[in-house]
């Protein structure tokens, strides 16, 4: 099932990236030019610029690289190009042209112009595979930074090994599990369907892997919760042989009609202007629970979101309200609030809704509350896509239309304009500024 798509043809992006695996990883050559760029040195050049210099300012991503890699060196600004073109192949949810632009644009800093029509920036080949959801997006810096650390680590094995853990799945679990990173990072399930995509499902978390493997009797999320990816991406197969005798005559694919419909988050909600659908807004792989057996992780100092998701406890503790965060967040708001504060976090919501909207309101980034109501919802968008925000509180209403909660999006003044362009009157909650 994974390496098939019911709605788009994939072989060219997969094509793509056995070209890449086989060219760059294995071995130390380029995809975009005939010198050898994939060599330890260069990886060292691009670490050195990009992870041993981050920068925290308020600029976009791709602008931050520029300046990142603006004194690296011709050849290590297009390794950084070629390394932006890998993390980009899978996601759907940016325009090809987009990926195209900004991989040209890193490489443009070498001096030397990219050819637009190359063929491995055509769009059968960027269109992606699918959605990495805001977060892939938020969060790329650290996914950009833990692609280097995987291809450095490689760099130190010799070639043989290399191929090994490529073309044998156990061997490339033991290996990717290996190499240390800060959070989940959805790169670890996306290079592992590039590289196994008769073995793996193209799911770039394990939030969608758990939601179907639930929906269809396999195990609940509690247990599943516990696996490893490698027992995750067993029962997926297992389970997609057992529909395809259901369905023998057609392409199934878990994101698509039929198999779509018996999992997904998405439901049909009756209100005032008509029937709606709201898809209940799941944890992106950064807030994937800690403790999976098979994780090791790093811990990187609170993000700047978790210094202000716990500002805002301090504030409504000291106001006497009980304080809501979400569970993959509680343990980090919680090592920089004050006892008092840690008293008034709670472990479980007390409220009486259903299930859809008891979903939404769990993800929240802040509630406060006065005995068993939502007296305030704050979302912070400092370092999250300002969508991911609107979109909680927006299916928040279209569940709950009379529920009375002030809503708030705390985040720098500069994103103003995106939120009301996103916002487009569905609802206006108040604006806190943060600097």
Partial sequence: ?????????????????????????????????????????????????????????????????????????????????????????????????????QVRDIWALSGHQLAENHPLLRDNVLMGVGSGGPGFNTYRPDELTFLISLVRDLKQRDEDNRRLIFTNYDVFVEWITSVPRHGQRQFRHILRFLSFPDRVERMSSNTDRRAILEAFSVAPVRETRKWSDAALDTALIELGARLQNEYPSQVLDFYEPPLRERWS??????????????TVPA?????????????????????????????????????????????????????????????????????????????????IDILWLKGRSIA????????????????????????????????????????????????????????????
């Fill in 1 to 101: 099932m994974a390496r098939q798509c019911s709605t788009r043809d994939i072989s060219s992006i997969l094509g793509a990236a056995e070209q890449w695996t086989r060219t760059c990883l294995i071995e130390d050559r380029s995809v975009f030019s005939q010198e050898p760029r994939w060599t330890s040195q260069r990886v060292d050049q691009v670490y050195h610029a990009f992870v041993e210099h981050p920068d925290v300012g308020a600029d976009d991503f791709i602008t931050k690289l520029k300046g990142q890699m603006r004194d690296a060196g011709p050849a290590a600004q297009q390794l950084a190009a070629e390394l932006l073109w890998a993390l980009l192949l899978f996601p759907s949810n940016m325009k090809s042209r987009t990926k195209r632009q």
């Fill in 265 to 278: 988050r998405d439901r049909k909600i009756k209100t005032l202007s008509g029937e709606i659908t709201v």
């Fill in 283 to 363: 944890d992106d792989d950064e807030r994937e629970d800690q403790d999976s057996p098979e994780e090791k992780t790093t811990s990187p100092p609170a993000r700047q979101s978790i210094q202000v998701q716990s500002k805002l406890a301090e504030i409504g503790a000291i106001m006497g309200f009980k304080i809501w965060t979400p569970r993959a967040d509680r343990s980090r708001v919680s090592e920089l609030v004050s006892d008092q504060t840690r008293c008034a976090l709670l472990e479980d919501l007390p409220l009486n809704y259903d299930t859809a909207t008891l979903d939404t309101i769990e993800q």
């Fill in 376 to 435: 305030r919802a704050f979302e912070v968008e400092h370092t999250t896509a300002v969508y991911s925000g609107l979109l909680r509180m927006a299916d928040l209403l279209a569940l709950q239309p009379n529920m009375d909660i002030r809503l708030h999006i705390v985040a720098p003044d500069e994103r103003r304009d995106k939120y009301f362009a996103r916002c487009c009157g569905r609802f206006s909650p108040f604006w806190i500024v943060v600097h």
